[in-house]
């Protein structure tokens, strides 16, 4: 079930005073929600490389906990959020099946953190985002989209995906703005308080 923007918001245009941009990237497996979410959230519509399901994804990508699904992301989404007269928020949302993964180093680059979007009937398939965000120094946070009953605490979650303390974990319904635009603010505060960290670690 996917959340589109509102009318109002379509055509907003990029202001003439924007001059610093940020990118976020949403990870995550097949099906969890990363489209839904950068839908809910962006003040423009949205672009899509979603494409209908067909036979050529049957035996490859396990839709067997999405059988609602019909479409699915081939390369990327990406939507905008303005949050000051300057400072404009890129979205990019991530192809979840394991023959796109071979975007997802592409999509890192120049990101200054990502959101991984967690199913808890499918944990294991968060393995490879967390992997791969290490392996490039992003810094992330963790969002349980509860699209259904959550299976697992948040406390269960962190302790499966053998989370660090310090890195947040937050619930979420993708398909609503005011919940996906708390898990960006969650990140940009998370993001923050690293960058504080740092001024002070280098100050010492």
Not at 8 to 18: C, F, H, I, N
Not at 155 to 176: G, K, M, N, Q, Y
């Amino acid at each position: 079930m996917h959340s589109r923007t509102s009318d109002s918001a379509v055509d907003a245009p990029l202001r003439e005073s924007a001059s610093d941009g940020l990118k976020i990237v949403i990870v995550g497996g097949f099906g969890v929600g990363k489209t839904t979410m950068v839908q809910s959230v962006s003040e423009i519509r949205p672009l899509s490389t979603e494409e209908t399901m067909t036979q050529a994804g049957v035996g490859i990508d396990d839709a067997s906990f999405v059988q609602h699904k019909t479409t699915t992301t081939v390369a990327f989404d990406f939507g905008r959020i303005s949050l000051d007269e300057q400072m404009v928020l890129y979205l990019f949302g991530a192809p979840g099946q394991e023959r796109f993964w071979f975007l997802w180093d592409r999509l890192f680059s120049g990101t200054l953190g990502a959101v991984v979007l967690v199913d808890t009937n499918r944990l294991a398939d968060s393995w490879y985002a967390l992997d791969r965000l290490e392996h490039h120094g992003t810094p992330f946070i963790v969002a349980r989209n509860n699209f259904t009953e959550p299976q697992h605490t948040l406390e269960e979650v962190r302790e499966a995906l053998d989370l660090p303390p310090e890195v947040p974990v937050i619930d979420c319904d993708a398909r609503t703005r005011d919940s996906s635009k708390n898990v960006l603010v969650t990140l940009a505060r998370y993001l923050y308080s690293l960058s504080a960290t740092s001024a002070v670690g280098s100050t010492v």
